[in-house]
């Protein structure tokens, strides 16, 4: 029979147990100084009077668990460091997929839209598909959502979950040249003005530049083309900041043919036109940039030239706005981390999960 103690702490009032044997337990707890520790804990064992068998109740230990509470919550707060499950299992003494037994717990649902979106694609290889969408919110630099797919059909799917109204808070959509994006926009945000990343139109000026300098490589001799290809640095860097001596042998690379000197001038003002700081100006000389290049005879520049008519207002609101695409693009470069250390994440829920416990 317990003592009036023992029923007091169980909290069974007017029942009648008795104690029948004890089980000794190993249970893996914090590791101190890098080392495990294992308690063992004699788990008394009772029976009521009705016949019904139970154990003890402990706060630091859920039921049927071989591992304590803060064990488990600091192996759900190691995941969220950029650390492979394999690497935390090994520094935890518990089983890989103990972790991943763990973390199946964590779930994160559908966030608010935010005022500024951004949107981006990054290589998964998942078992959704071979690209991911990440979703960021422009204003507070953190991802809010990772979507299976950058096709238009799961894009529609996921953003007619919200109610047109939670769509309409969306003042700001921030995306890459990539069609299907504006279209959705367009299609489903209803208030939100769409800004092209600057980084995405830029480098249209530095492939045009860098795709004349290659067709004039192919007329030079051996020589001199291995020497412009080598020197190519010179002729994409910002004139100021080039030393005086690479100012020189600019000039002399410039000197071969009156195509790359007009390329690198429109270069060199389109570059101008992106630093500007008065919004007024940027629109006149970036209309007068698209002229200039659209009948300057260089076939590279008038394709580039055309792409910017096709994304006139949208980079006319990259300028006037700044927003860009920048967080996202740090982001995905922790993505590649992750999935570098972990060699891989095929289960797309894990995946989500996993990014969106990572970086927010």
Same mark, same amino acid.
């Given at each position: 029979?317990?003592?009036?103690?023992?029923?007091?702490?169980?909290?069974?009032?007017?029942?009648?147990?008795?104690?029948?044997?004890?089980?000794?337990?190993?249970?893996?707890?914090?590791?101190?100084?890098?080392?495990?520790?294992?308690?063992?804990?004699?788990?008394?064992?009772?029976?009521?009077?009705?016949?019904?068998?139970?154990?003890?109740?402990?706060?630091?230990?859920?039921?049927?668990?071989?591992?304590?509470?803060?064990?488990?919550?600091?192996?759900?707060?190691?995941?969220?460091?950029?650390?492979?499950?394999?690497?935390?299992?090994?520094?935890?003494?518990?089983?890989?997929?103990?972790?991943?037994?763990?973390?199946?717990?964590?779930?994160?649902?559908?966030?608010?839209?935010?005022?500024?979106?951004?949107?981006?694609?990054?290589?998964?290889?998942?078992?959704?598909?071979?690209?991911?969408?990440? !979703?960021? @919110?422009?204003? =507070? %630099?953190?991802?809010?959502?990772? +979507?299976?797919?950058?096709?238009?059909?799961? #894009?529609?799917?996921?953003?007619?979950?919200?109610?047109?109204?939670?769509?309409?808070?969306?003042?700001?959509?921030?995306?890459?040249?990539?069609?299907?994006?504006?279209?959705?926009?367009?299609?489903?945000?209803?208030?939100?003005?769409?800004?092209?990343?600057?980084?995405?139109?830029?480098?249209?000026?530095?492939?045009?530049?860098?795709?004349?300098?290659?067709?004039?490589?192919?007329?030079?001799?051996?020589?001199?083309?291995?020497?412009?290809?080598?020197?190519?640095?010179?002729?994409?860097?910002?004139?100021?900041? !080039?030393? @005086?001596?690479? =100012? %020189?042998?600019?000039?002399?690379? +410039?000197?071969?043919?009156?195509?790359?000197? #007009?390329?690198?001038?429109?270069?060199?003002?389109?570059?101008?036109?992106?630093?500007?700081?008065?919004?007024?100006?940027?629109?006149?000389?970036?209309?007068?940039?698209?002229?200039?290049?659209?009948?300057?005879?260089?076939?590279?520049?008038?394709?580039?030239?055309?792409?910017?008519?096709?994304?006139?207002?949208?980079?006319?609101?990259?300028?006037?706005?700044?927003?860009?695409?920048?967080?996202?693009?740090?982001?995905?470069?922790?993505?590649?981390?992750?999935?570098?250390?972990?060699?891989?994440?095929?289960?797309?829920?894990?995946?989500?999960?996993?990014?969106?416990?990572?970086?927010?």
């Amino acid at each position: 029979m317990l003592s009036n103690c023992t029923n007091n702490l169980l909290n069974l009032k007017g029942v009648k147990v008795k104690k029948i044997k004890n089980c000794n337990q190993a249970i893996k707890d914090l590791p101190i100084q890098f080392k495990n520790v294992n308690i063992i804990l004699r788990k008394r064992r009772y029976v009521c009077s009705c016949g019904k068998k139970f154990y003890e109740h402990y706060e630091f230990l859920p039921k049927y668990h071989r591992l304590t509470n803060r064990l488990a919550f600091y192996i759900i707060t190691e995941l969220k460091k950029t650390k492979s499950m394999k690497e935390i299992s090994s520094t935890t003494n518990v089983s890989t997929s103990t972790v991943m037994r763990l973390f199946n717990y964590v779930n994160y649902g559908m966030p608010k839209l935010p005022t500024v979106l951004s949107i981006d694609e990054f290589k998964g290889n998942t078992n959704a598909g071979k690209y991911q969408c990440i !979703l960021v @919110d422009g204003e =507070k %630099k953190k991802v809010i959502d990772i +979507l299976p797919d950058r096709c238009q059909s799961h #894009l529609i799917s996921y953003f007619t979950k919200y109610t047109r109204q939670e769509r309409k808070n969306v003042k700001f959509f921030v995306c890459d040249m990539w069609q299907p994006y504006t279209e959705l926009a367009k299609a489903l945000l209803p208030n939100a003005t769409i800004v092209i990343d600057k980084y995405h139109f830029i480098r249209q000026v530095t492939w045009a530049i860098e795709n004349v300098r290659k067709r004039l490589q192919k007329q030079m001799s051996a020589d001199l083309r291995r020497y412009y290809k080598r020197s190519r640095k010179l002729i994409l860097t910002r004139h100021y900041k !080039l030393s @005086d001596d690479n =100012k %020189k042998a600019l000039e002399i690379m +410039l000197l071969y043919n009156d195509d790359l000197r #007009l390329a690198y001038h429109l270069k060199e003002w389109f570059y101008e036109i992106c630093q500007s700081n008065d919004y007024d100006k940027q629109i006149k000389e970036f209309n007068s940039w698209i002229k200039d290049a659209s009948s300057c005879g260089i076939k590279e520049f008038e394709q580039c030239a055309k792409t910017y008519i096709n994304w006139h207002y949208e980079i006319l609101n990259a300028f006037k706005y700044g927003y860009t695409n920048g967080p996202t693009e740090g982001f995905n470069n922790k993505i590649k981390v992750l999935k570098r250390i972990s060699y891989g994440l095929r289960n797309f829920s894990r995946f989500r999960n996993r990014i969106l416990h990572c970086f927010n």
